[in-house]
C-alpha cells in the first residue's frame, strides 16, 4: 500500500490563493503517488470559533468544493468530516493523559496562535490543538504530514506522544515526519506577509474573472511609484510577489521593468490578473459541473467518511488493546 498522508484544513472559511499555492496544489500532485487523506477539521475549527457554529456546515460543503475545484480527486483521496470520526476524540482522551500543560504552553505555534487572536487566558481545547491534532494523525497512521515551518512544533508533540504510548503499552502507533513545503506563504493584496480571509486581503478561489481584475487593480503597490518612469523597488511589493509565483518564466523582467521604470503598475497588474485568472478558470468550470449535481458532493463527502472511520475502528481496536481497554 502506499504511504499514507494526512493533511486538511479547519473549516473556518472558503479556500484562498494562499491555500492554493500552499497546501491544494501540492495535494494534487500527492494524490498520484500517496494514500491521502484530507480532513475537513471542523472539531478544530471550533477551538477558535466555537460561539460560531452555525458557520460549519456551511464551510464544509464549501471547502469540499474547493477542494474538488483545485482538482482534488475523491477516487484518489479520501475526504472526511473530523467530527463523525468519534475514534479522534477518544484518542485525544488518552493522549491528554500523558501530555503536560507545560509542554502545551510552551508550544510555540500555540504561543504565537494565541497571540495572534489576542488570547490572554487560553481556553482548554484550544491549548490542547496539538493533542488533537497527534490523534487526527494517528488513528489513520498517517506517515506524511505536508507541513509549514509554522506547524512543526504540532508534529514534533505529535512524535512525542506516540514514541510514550508505544513505550508505555504497546508498538501500534507510526511516528509520523513532516514533508515541509517548499512553497512560501503568499502575501495579501495589501501587503501584509499572509493572505487571509480574516484581514480581507484574499482572492477566494470561486472569484469570478471580473472580481479577479478588480480586487488586483486596488492590490497595493510599491508607494514610490506615482508615474510610469518612476523607478520601483519590486522586493515591497505584493503585485511581483505573484509574479514570481503565478509567472515565473515572466518575473524576472518586471523586477527588471520595475526597478528602471518602463513598465507601469497597470500593465503590470493587467499581465498578473491574467495569469490569475488562467489558473483559476478551469476550477470554475469544475466547481459549476459539481454545482449542476450538489448531491454527489454529499456522496463525496460521507463515502470518504465511511472509509475514514474503517481505518480509526481498526485503529481504535488495537489502541484499546494495548491499553487493556478492551473489555
Ligand atoms: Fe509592483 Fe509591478 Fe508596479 Fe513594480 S510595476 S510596483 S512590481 S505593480
Partial sequence: MDERVLTGDRVTGKLHLGHYVGSLKNRVELQNNYDIFIELADVQALTTHFDKPEMLKKNV?????????????????TIFVQSLIPEIAELTVYYSMFVTVSALRHNPTTKSEAEAHGYKDLYYGFLGYPVSQAADITFCKAKLIPVGDDQLPHIEQTRRIVRRFNQLYHPVLIEPEALISEVPRLVGLDGNNKMSKSLGNAIQLDTTEQDVNEKIKNAKTDPARVHKNDLGHPEVCPIYAYHRIFRSEGADEICESCKKGTIGCMECKKKIALSINHLLEPMRQRRADYLKKPEIVDEILIAGTQRARKVAKETMREVREAMNLDY
Fill in 61 to 77: 460543503r464549501n471547502i469540499t468544493m474547493d477542494y474538488l475545484a483545485s482538482g482534488i480527486d475523491p477516487e484518489k483521496s
